[in-house]
């Protein structure tokens, strides 16, 4: 409590709901943001994020893509994470090189998912209660609808979703 810190809380328009006939493009998209951006890679950007002792968190929900940085509230160390996690979620690159190894680890996440029997019902209620609707399609796709995604369906859903009027954004510092 004593440590000076800044928090940053983007909510965007850009959940499940929005995958359209792509399941998987809402998870697929925050799960590369990390991979690289406009001048960095994702080396660089871990790096950056762990040399200021940042944190960055995303979840994905039906209606909206969330992403949090806590960092410390010193201005060279918040410059840098904030720097760093705007040309993150504003420029990513979503190298080519990176998308196989992330949609395993999307396809890791789908399986252990089907494992709970909370979340098999929780998508089985939301399938019936939504049916036709896009609440009830799956929150993170399927096997399929994610390995079939090109790095072109990931930047022309960030094109879509990820910008200005889509994006609400909080800020906490003491």
């Known amino acids: ?18 995958d359209g006939d792509q399941p998987g493009a809402a998870f697929l998209t925050i799960s590369m943001l990390d991979e690289g951006a406009t001048g960095l890679d994702a080396g ?8 200021t002792g940042a944190l960055l968190q995303t979840h994905l929900g ?19 994470a904030v720097d760093t996690f705007a ?26 998912r089907e494992q709970s029997p909370n979340y098999r019902l929780q998508r089985q209620i939301y399938q019936h209660l939504y049916a036709g609707h896009p609440y009830g399609y799956p929150r993170y796709g399927d096997r399929a609808g994610i390995t079939a995604l090109t790095r072109e369906d990931l930047l022309a859903f960030h094109k879509q979703h990820y910008s200005a009027p889509n994006v609400s954004i909080s ?4």
């Open 171 to 174: 800020l906490n510092s003491r």
């Open 44 to 51: 660089q950007i871990a790096q950056a994020f762990e040399g």
């Open 62 to 80: 039906i209606d909206h893509a969330t992403l949090s940085l806590r960092c410390l509230s010193e201005a060279a160390q918040r410059d840098s």
């Open 1 to 18: 409590p004593q440590l000076p810190m800044f928090d940053i809380r983007l909510s965007v328009a850009a959940g499940s709901c929005r």
């Open 87 to 112: 040309r993150m979620v504003g420029q990513p690159s979503f190298p080519q090189s990176s998308i196989p190894q992330v949609k395993g680890q999307c396809i890791d996440v789908l399986d252990a």
